[in-house]
């Protein structure tokens, strides 16, 4: 196997240095097809342009005026396109339906071994490239109405292709881009910031140490957003996978072993498709300090829509950004920071306490939302971050419960662990409002493995500003870090 492996990288080095030697918008070289994809049949390739064939992109019926998407699939297995591809397709026509979808399918090169696959971004970059310089001087396309989408490998390939073209590109959007040899690669080599006037990068399985990662783990565009830390995503742990597989059967294994990593993919269809839900994401430097609810701020650009509409604030330093999302689309959710002072008489700490919070607002009710403390500790001040996928609109009442622990515990039962409550301070991600919750009685005292304790809008509140990423903020270049 090693030895097709080896043959086919001495082709490609071979195929390097002739491409090198090569002019101006020589079109022999290049292997990437260009399916242009049609609303009607976003599932088949129907007409194919063809770089240096003016007449194929009469054929196809190109759109001169709209804009194009152009969609990179990455390493494939089974030399076939994922299932993905027409769902992608589908969603950018339902969203902009006057515009040109393209797929470029380089399906041969993409189904070698994965060090040749990647090593063979370089040349499906180049082959972009051309491609993209053809239609900009042959009919003066405009390049701030192309949108590069490249998935996986594709990634990179779509951060090569932007590098070379002569111009730059408008936008590109790296989803998961792949980790394995390219996470300490050159800027040249992977998808970078500079390859186009835009850069947005989703992250969501970038798990393991950086060389094992199948997601790239370094922020590599203006902005890189973690959902979910990044790491590993909800709805893809195997007990969720063998109950999808009883329900519909082994035909989409394929796609629940690589249900992170193919989660950017449907982030950003979500963000195409339920416009009026829209996706936040925030600015942290670091999952930590996201976990603790520190990062909800929207002053300054530290907040912004994750996905299709992205605000493009460019920064010198990568931007880093989390949120939290449910396990299915619609994946947004709403987040709170909390804030409570535990007063005790005694010195007590305790920690990994299971705690449940529920949520009462104007619109709708949360009940029981589950979350577990690393500490608590008496007359200290914690702060974390929850989240519900419900929209309860503004806040009215928070009840709070000090869980029991799963397993029986003697201490549990002979000391009466109790902290007091005067207020819960909590800060709404989405309306940026903050709210001051009091006891009805001054104190409640919260005690483990009893009632919930109470706590209502205190009659004094603090002064909240307006909503921010005001057009003001938006226009910042820099702004920065939170936390
Ligand atoms: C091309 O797209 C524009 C919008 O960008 C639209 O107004 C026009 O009808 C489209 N032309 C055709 C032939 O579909
Ligand atoms: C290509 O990438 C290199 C390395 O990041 C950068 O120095 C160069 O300016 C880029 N060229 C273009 C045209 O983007
Ligand atoms: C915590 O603070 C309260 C007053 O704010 C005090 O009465 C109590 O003794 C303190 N507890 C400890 C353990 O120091
Ligand atoms: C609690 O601990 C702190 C430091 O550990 C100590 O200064 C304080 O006196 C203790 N309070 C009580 C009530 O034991």
């Not at 194009?68 to 969603?91: C, N, Q, R």
């Not at 609810?293 to 990568?318: A, I």
Request: charged residues 25%; glycine residues 8%.
């Amino acid at each position: 196997m090693w030895r097709k492996a080896l043959l086919a990288a001495v082709c490609l080095c071979l195929r390097w240095a002739a491409l090198g030697a090569e002019g101006k918008n020589n079109f022999e070289g290049i292997e990437s097809k260009f399916s242009l994809r049609t609303p009607a049949e976003p599932d088949e390739d129907v007409c194919y342009l063809v770089p240096g064939q003016v007449n194929s992109l009469a054929r196809c019926n190109f759109n001169h005026t709209s804009k194009t998407f152009v969609v990179i699939h990455g390493w494939t297995v089974t030399g076939m396109y994922e299932s993905w591809v027409p769902k992608l397709v589908d969603a950018l026509y339902k969203r902009e339906p006057d515009s040109n979808v393209i797929v470029v399918d380089w399906l041969v090169r993409a189904q070698e071994h994965y060090p040749v696959s990647a090593a063979y971004t370089r040349l499906v970059g180049k082959d972009v490239a051309t491609f993209i310089d053809w239609m900009e001087e042959e009919f003066n396309y405009p390049l701030n109405k192309l949108h590069l989408l490249g998935y996986s490998l594709g990634a990179h390939a779509a951060g090569i292709a932007g590098n070379l073209t002569k111009k730059k590109v408008n936008r590109i959007t790296g989803l998961d881009p792949a980790g394995p040899t390219f996470e300490y690669a050159d800027e040249v080599t992977r998808l970078s910031p500079d390859d186009a006037e835009f850069v947005d990068v989703l992250h969501t399985y970038t798990r393991g140490s950086p060389d094992r990662s199948i997601g790239i783990q370094k922020p590599v565009g203006h902005i890189d957003i973690y959902p979910n830390g990044g790491g590993f995503q909800p709805g893809c742990n195997l007990g969720e996978a063998l109950r999808l597989i009883a329900e519909k059967g082994l035909g989409d294994v394929d796609q629940l072993v690589k249900c992170s990593h193919e989660r950017s993919i449907h982030l950003f269809i979500d963000s195409l498709l339920n416009e009026e839900k829209p996706s936040m994401a925030y600015r942290c430097n670091t999952k930590e300090a996201f976990e603790k609810g520190l990062c909800l701020s929207c002053r300054k650009n530290r907040c912004n829509n994750l996905g299709y509409k992205v605000n493009r604030v460019r920064t010198k330093r990568n931007t880093k950004m989390y949120l939290k999302t449910r396990a299915q689309m619609p994946y947004k959710v709403f987040h709170y920071q909390v804030k409570i002072h535990f007063f005790g008489k005694t010195n007590m700490t305790k920690t990994n306490q299971p705690f449940l919070i529920s949520l009462y607002g104007t619109l709708d009710e949360s009940e029981n939302i589950g979350f577990t403390l690393p500490e608590v500790s008496s007359n200290k001040t914690f702060s974390f971050l929850i989240y519900t996928e419900v929209d309860i609109g503004d806040l009215l009442m928070v009840k709070l419960q000090w869980e029991k622990d799963t397993f029986f515990s003697w201490s549990d039962w002979w000391t009466p662990f109790t902290f007091d409550i005067q207020r819960i301070r909590m800060k709404s991600g989405e309306t940026q409002k903050k709210v001051v919750f009091c006891s009805r009685d001054g104190t409640s005292r919260l005690s483990k493995g009893e009632e919930a304790a109470i706590f209502v809008k205190c009659s004094e509140q603090p002064a909240n500003r307006k909503r921010g990423g005001t057009k003001k903020a938006s226009k910042e270049n820099s702004a920065h870090e939170s936390a």
